[in-house]
């Protein structure tokens, strides 16, 4: 296999931001987007860059519980949470302590760690009935009640994000299988599960495959289908409230899945085209990750660039009294 880019190789300008006259800001990265058969329908900066896909590859890391049939008796909702990345509300909250209490665990039994609910409501809950956040508030706990499933079914320790834990030998093999390379190396995500590196085109290639997957396919197909259609079905237990992804997807009403990811990964799944897309910015700029996947949404027909989503995330800049003082646009070198 060559060896796959640095992050910094060939990186094109992706997103710039304008005040007035004057160009502020420039966001540079790498943007792939692909069709399961390996074909690159466009790219920009450089496809073999190699990134961690941080969050952005949970419909990834779940394919095990679904594929084992851990999995077979979640319901939808249970499947998105297992995709999220939430921001610690009531519903993902109580959902987790749900699917963790049909289980017969715990809160305890999780290794994601503790955070603070981002979520403003269910923040002003715990202050005012004086509790202190808890690891289901954690952004990943879902997926971390998904590892826990399928530790049931393989019958491994308590320790399921050990990278060489029965759950995580599953995860990365589905990884490397669906992004069509080996993983060189991993990093310890913030959840403290492994998280598996990978070039952005092989995240594109994944993301293609989730798209091409039909329910009459095999049983690798009929997870990925399950799993983008509880995403598409459930945006809001995927982020939340105001968040990129679940904004995006409640405008596309079901044309694409989208996931975000740590340090500006992005990825959308489009069903209906058969694509898949995989973007990261190289200073982590999440704002330009929002601008960017928005413009592809747009460029491939999943989303109206007329919605009032669009301009949350590209377009017109206001400041806090309403008044428009600049522009975040798609460099020269990007899409135009």
């Known amino acids: 296999m060559p060896k796959p880019s640095q992050i910094h190789d060939h990186a094109v300008p ?6 007035s006259d004057l160009l502020e800001s420039v966001h540079f990265g790498h943007a792939v987007v692909m069709r399961a058969n390996g ?12 990134i961690y896909p941080r969050s952005s590859c949970k419909m990834i890391q779940a394919l095990p519980l679904i594929e084992s049939g851990a999995g077979r008796d979640l319901d939808s909702a249970q499947l998105a949470l297992a995709c999220a990345s939430h921001q610690g509300a009531g519903i993902h909250v109580q959902g987790v302590a749900r699917w963790l209490a049909d289980l017969g ?26 509790q202190t956040p808890c690891q289901l508030h954690n952004n990943c706990s879902g997926k971390h009640a998904g590892f826990l499933t399928l530790n049931r079914h393989l019958g491994g320790g308590s320790e399921y994000v050990e990278p060489d834990h029965p759950v995580q030998r599953s995860v990365r093999r589905a990884f490397e299988e669906v992004t069509g390379m080996a993983s060189p190396h991993f990093g ?10 990978t070039s952005v085109q ?66 959308a799944i489009l069903p209906q085209a058969g694509l898949g ?48 003082v600049g522009q975040t646009r798609c460099a020269p070198e990007f899409l135009q």
């Open 202 to 267: 092989g995240l594109a290639l994944a993301m293609a495959k989730f798209a091409a997957a039909s329910d009459m396919g095999d049983t690798r197909a009929r997870a990925m289908v399950a799993l983008r259609d509880a995403m598409m079905r459930h945006p809001e237990l995927v982020a939340g409230e105001t968040r990129a992804c679940t904004d995006l997807m409640r405008a596309m009403g079901g044309r694409a899945a989208v996931k975000t990811g740590a340090e500006a990964v992005f990825v």
């Open 39 to 50: 074909e690159v329908v466009e790219s920009w900066g450089q496809p073999d860059a190699l």
């Open 105 to 130: 665990l715990s809160e305890g039994d999780l290794r994601c760690g503790i955070q603070a609910a981002e979520d403003i409501d269910e923040r002003n809950r715990l202050v005012l009935e004086h």
């Open 277 to 324: 897309i995989a973007l990261k910015i190289i200073d982590g700029g999440v704002r330009a990750a929002e601008a960017a996947i928005t413009a592809l949404l747009i460029r491939h027909g999943v989303l109206d660039p007329a919605h009032p989503v669009v301009t949350r995330y590209l377009g017109p800049m206001k400041n806090r009294r309403g008044l428009v």
């Open 14 to 19: 992706l997103i710039e931001l304008w005040r």
């Open 188 to 197: 310890i995500d913030g959840c403290s599960a492994p998280n598996f590196a």
